[in-house]
Nanobody
C-alpha cells in the first residue's frame, strides 16, 4: 500500500516561512507535487517536480515557494517564504507513479495570519 506522509504545516504570520515535507513509500515516480484547497474553493495546483528535476509553479507562488526533492530519501519539500493570508489552505502532496496511478497524502493545514 502506497503511503505519503506529510508534515510541516502550521500557523505563521504574514511574511513568515514554512517548509512542507512529503515522504513517499513508492519509488517508481514520474513526478511529485503539491495542490492546495482553501475553504470554499476548489483544489488548485501549486507546484510539481519531475523525476528529471524540472519544476513548475502556479503564478501566485512564483518567487516565494521552492520545490525540491531528495531522491535518496524519496522525500519532497516545499519551502514557502513570504507567506500571505491567501496562502491559507490545506496542502496535499501527490505522486504520479510510472504505473499511471496517482496517490495523495492526507493533507496538512497551513494558516497565515495577517
Amino acid at each position: 500500500q502506497v503511503q505519503l506522509v506529510e508534515s510541516g504545516g502550521g500557523l505563521v504570520q504574514a511574511g513568515g516561512s514554512l517548509r512542507l515535507s512529503c515522504a513517499a513509500s513508492i519509488f517508481r515516480i514520474n513526478a511529485m507535487g503539491w495542490y492546495r484547497q482553501a475553504p470554499g474553493k476548489q483544489r488548485e495546483f501549486v507546484s510539481r517536480i519531475t523525476s528529471s528535476g524540472s519544476t513548475d509553479y502556479v503564478d501566485s507562488v512564483k518567487g516565494r515557494f521552492t520545490i525540491s526533492r531528495d531522491n535518496a530519501k524519496n522525500t519532497m519539500y516545499l519551502q514557502m517564504n513570504g507567506l500571505k493570508p491567501e496562502d491559507t489552505a490545506i496542502y496535499y502532496c501527490y505522486v504520479a507513479a510510472t504505473s499511471g496511478n496517482n496517490y495523495w497524502g492526507q493533507g496538512t493545514q497551513v494558516t497565515v495570519s495577517s
